[in-house]
């Protein structure tokens, strides 16, 4: 298996700039996260997705930050307008879901916003 | 707000100690605890997980659970310079919330 796959690995942009960062997640798993991560804050949970749907998205900063889950395999996060204080490293999580909430990361995104 | 606490180090042990990692979290409810190792510049990699209360070995990590004092530990014995790396706690909170919370991780330096 190869595992969560996360692109870009890097992103660098300026701001205002609209920044997609896209996740595959483990063929099989059900549930799916984005999670961000500073120093200062240590690992955010943005939003979580239980097949395909959103269920708790409590965590998007704001309106600049949107995510999608069109299918089992493929989700994307979006921010726009990108700013300084989004640098960080977003990472994107899967589990088996029912319960057993064992997550498998993948190699995360380090984002930087000029 | 229900949280999970750690104390964020760093914690120096010498090569072939043994390296205690503590957690407490606020939800008494809590039904399962996971702890995370994440290298430097990586992401994080499950290593442990407790359900019930007292101890669960894998190899050398031992996970430790104490539901009514509200906390839960990992030991890694024979500490190997490898093992150096920031060591997450999750805790998966009542409620029918399936998300694990993070706390903000333990900075670990094993040193020869």
């Known amino acids: 298996d190869a595992g969560v796959i996360q692109s870009p690995r890097h992103e660098v942009t300026e701001m205002g700039q609209e920044v997609t960062l896209r996740c595959k997640p483990i063929?099989?798993?059900?549930?799916l996260f984005w999670y961000r991560q500073t120093m200062m804050r240590g690992l955010e949970l943005l939003i979580y997705?239980?097949?395909?749907?959103?269920?708790?998205d409590s965590g998007m900063p704001e309106d600049r930050f949107s995510a999608k889950m069109p299918n089992a395999s493929f989700s994307t996060l979006k921010i726009q307008p990108s700013e300084p204080r989004d640098s960080a490293v977003y990472f994107c999580?899967?589990?088996?879901?029912?319960?057993?909430?064992?997550?498998?990361f993948g190699s995360g995104t380090q984002l930087s916003v000029l | 707000q229900k949280e999970v606490e750690q104390n964020s180090g760093p914690l120096s042990v010498p090569e072939g100690a043994i390296a205690s990692l503590n957690c407490t979290y606020s939800?008494?409810?809590?039904?399962?605890f996971f702890w995370y190792r994440q290298y430097s510049g990586k992401s994080p990699e499950l290593i442990m997980f407790?359900?019930?209360?007292g101890d669960k070995e894998d190899g050398r990590f031992t996970a430790q659970l104490n539901k009514a004092s509200q906390y839960v530990s990992l030991l890694i014995r024979d500490s190997q310079p490898s093992d150096s790396a920031t060591y997450l706690c999750?805790?998966?909170?009542?409620?029918?919330?399936?998300?694990?919370?993070f706390g903000r991780g333990t900075s670990l330096i094993v040193h020869p």
């Open positions: 999580a899967s589990s088996p879901g029912q319960g057993d909430e064992k997550l498998f």
């Open positions: 063929s099989g798993h059900n549930s």
């Open positions: 997705f239980n097949n395909n749907v959103p269920i708790d």
């Open positions: 939800d008494r409810g809590s039904q399962s």
């Open positions: 407790i359900y019930s209360n």
């Open positions: 999750a805790v998966q909170l009542s409620g029918g919330s399936y998300i694990p919370t």
